[in-house]
Each structure stands twice: as C-alpha cells, then as structure tokens.
C-alpha cells in the first residue's frame, strides 16, 4: 500500500516570502497526484494535481508543484505567500491501476504573518 | 464546477443516540463516494467506500454497525453514526468522485457527542 510523507507539519512565514512544502511518497508505479487546501472553517479544495504530462504542475492562487518521479515527491511550491495563504495544506496520492483511493499525508498547517 | 454539500456542519448530540450525515453531490453524479474522520493534528483516515447501488467497503477499524453507510443513488450518501459515544465526536467529511474528474469534498460535519 502507498503512503504520503509531508515534513514541515508547522510552518510559519512572513508575508512575501517563499514558500516549498515536502510531499514525498512511497508506491513504485504510477501515481496520480494532488495538493489541497483547508482555509480555516472551509472545506477541502483543489489547489493542483498530476495525472500525466508536464511534471511543473501549476494551480489555483499561484500555486505550483512539480513532480520528480525519480525522488518520488511532489512538491508545492509559491513564490511569495499572502496572509491569505494561512491554511492547512494535504498532499494525496493515488496509485493508478488501483482502487482509485487516495492517501493523504497528514498535513502541513501554515501560518503566514502579515 | 462539481459541488458537493453535507449536512449538517456541527451537531451536538447525547451519547446513544444516532446522527446521521449527508453528502450530496449538486451538479454531477458520483460514482463513488468516500467518508473519512479527521483526527486533530492528524491527516484523514478513511473510514469506507461506497459505490452506488452496492454496500460499502469498510476500512480495516471501523465498524461497519456503528457508522451505517447507504449510498442510494448516484447523488446521495449518507452516513449514520449509531449509539453515539463521545470518542465517536470528530470531524467528518465526505468526497465525491468520478473517474477522472479527481475529487470533490463536502464542507465536513463536526460532531460533538456529550
């Protein structure tokens, strides 16, 4: 069975600066992959996912996240973070081929001070 | 865009009673859905699949007689917490997918067992 592994659980940064989140999984095959984003009291959205194609991934809010196969992550990435940002952040996995269920990783909250 | 509403957002309830929750999707039909339970400072667990017309698929844990799932129709989920117990008090949430069209989650259900 996959797993996800995202590093940085707490982030803290000031507004403007840059921002990467680790994302990095464990399945040998083909995977499809997905960012998303929980504002405080909102549900889960879509930020940006992989299916196949270009490995630099852009999303929504000038997210991107690019997938390098080969160290088997997936990491988001924007270059200059608004206050707005401030949520929690899940990388998911689907392994293709499978069930077609995701695996999240557990979670990275940040927090971007204005 | 794909929308999928649940309800009720927050529900307080007395221990042995039963809750129920419902996932919808507005604009699409679902062949799939999925509940999971949110733990704090946790990533989501998946708690079952459901696929429409047929019984769900429980994750290894959870107890099929405690969270009964019915996915009626290819808009409809729900899923009903019986004899409700305070460690049964977590945040829900449902998705809806269909094959190739990624995920769409449902605002989430907190539930307060007292």
């Known amino acids: 069975a996959q797993s996800v592994s995202q590093h940085n659980h707490h982030v803290i940064l000031s507004e403007a600066a840059s921002l990467e989140l680790g994302c990095n999984y464990s399945y040998g095959g083909t995977v499809n992959l997905f960012w998303y984003v929980q504002y405080p009291g909102q549900h889960l959205q879509l930020l940006l996912k992989?299916?196949?194609?270009?490995?630099l991934v852009k999303g929504i809010k000038g997210f991107e996240a690019e997938f390098i196969k080969s160290k088997f992550s997936f990491n988001l990435r924007k270059p200059s973070v608004q206050w707005s940002d401030t949520a929690e952040y899940f990388c998911a996995v689907i392994a293709s081929g499978g069930s077609y269920i995701p695996t999240f990783g557990r979670g990275t909250s940040l927090i971007v001070h204005p | 865009g794909a929308v999928v509403s649940q309800h009720p957002s927050r529900v307080i309830c007395k221990s042995g009673t039963s809750v129920k929750i419902e996932c919808r999707s507005l604009?699409?039909?679902?062949?799939?859905m999925f509940w999971y339970r949110q733990f704090p400072k946790q990533s989501l667990m998946l708690m079952a699949t459901s696929n429409e017309g047929s019984k769900a698929t429980y994750e290894q844990g959870v107890e099929k007689d405690k969270f009964l799932i019915n996915h009626a129709s290819l808009t409809l989920s729900t899923l009903t917490v019986t004899s409700a117990h305070p460690e049964d008090s977590s945040f829900y949430i449902c998705s809806a997918s269909r094959r190739g069209y990624g995920y769409t989650f449902g605002s989430g259900t907190r539930l307060t067992v007292v």
């Open positions: 992989y299916f196949s194609g270009d490995p």
């Open positions: 604009d699409f039909q679902a062949t799939t």
